[in-house]
């Protein structure tokens, strides 16, 4: 499926900012067999100084700019054109739980794809004992490592509210696991806390996902928004597969991939330091619009 992605960020600071650098992932990414970007480019107002790319160490595409001159706003647009292959679901090829745990200890590969990045806590999603004890018994009875995600996306998804207004972009894991409620990085938080838990490597995939309105509802423009889901390393012949517990639902052709890390701090959209004082206000606007 082809789809046109635009988004815009939009920052309004309390005071005037008189210098500032900063990180930006929000550029989809290439991944072969998966999905293409045809093309993209990013936009920033007011215009930096300075601006750099790189290539972080999980691969994710990062955007440098650095500002010298005083400003009040600032807004980072993206414009996409992206690619991405209708796969079905894929056979469940993944050994169990045993199986996995032996695999691992015979993957020798420190790459950035391998799963070893994965099985430790990371800055945001720390081991707890609850939602361990949680994991293991959503995955009483599956017959293998696909199955048993599978089962934690679903009870996610079941026992979880989504509420913005529960959950900030710091609420960690255990606060939203007692309160029920939060937000796809909260789930996908959760997730990757509880498979980690019980040895399963786990990360965060940050991206746009496509929504449909209602059968004889209008589109709504800077409707859609940046999401959050998780991609659990199934085993040597599996590989890789990704869940969204906000949804239920493997990942298809509808989720466009910007990138991915062990927690949302790896791939957060913007992070950077300020010269300024005060707070700011932050505004997100995503469309996501399939090419005919």
């Given at each position: 499926m082809l789809y046109d992605v635009k988004m815009d960020l939009h920052y309004d600071y309390d005071a005037t900012v008189h210098g500032g650098r900063h990180l930006i992932r929000v550029a989809p990414i290439n991944v072969p067999g998966v999905q293409r970007v045809v093309a993209a480019s990013l936009s920033f107002e007011p215009r930096p100084h300075r601006e750099s790319y790189f290539s972080d160490f999980f691969g994710n595409s990062v955007t440098t700019i650095t500002y010298a001159a005083p400003h009040d706003t600032l807004d980072v647009r993206l414009s996409a054109r992206v690619q991405v292959?209708?796969?079905?679901?894929?056979?469940?090829?993944?050994?169990n739980l045993a199986g996995l745990t032996e695999e691992i200890a015979r993957f020798w590969s420190v790459?950035?794809?391998?799963?070893?990045?994965?099985?430790?806590?990371?800055?945001?999603?720390?081991?707890?004992?609850?939602?361990?004890q949680y994991t293991r018994d959503v995955m009483v009875g599956t017959p293998s490592v696909q199955a048993a995600a599978m089962s934690l996306c679903l009870a996610i998804h079941r026992d979880f509210a989504y509420d913005p207004k529960a959950t900030d972009v710091a609420t960690k894991p255990s606060e939203a696991f007692v309160l029920r409620k939060g937000v796809c990085q909260d789930f996908a938080h959760v997730m990757i806390a509880g498979l980690r838990g019980v040895g399963v490597p786990a990360g965060y995939v940050s991206g746009f996902l496509r929504t449909i309105p209602p059968a004889g509802k209008a589109r709504l423009e800077g409707a859609d928004a940046m999401h959050a889901w998780v991609r659990v390393w199934c085993g040597q012949h599996a590989g890789w597969i990704e869940f969204d517990p906000t949804n239920a639902i493997i990942a298809g052709p509808d989720h466009i991939s910007i990138g991915h890390g062990r927690d949302y701090g790896d791939i957060s959209p913007i992070v950077g330091v300020l010269k300024t004082h005060g707070g700011h206000e932050?505004?997100?606007?995503?469309?996501?619009?399939?090419?005919e």
């Open positions: 292959e209708d796969i079905h679901p894929p056979a469940d090829l993944s050994p790459a950035p794809n391998s799963p070893h990045h994965f099985l430790a806590a990371s800055p945001r999603v720390k081991a707890d004992p609850d939602i361990t932050a505004t997100q606007a995503v469309d996501v619009v399939r090419v």
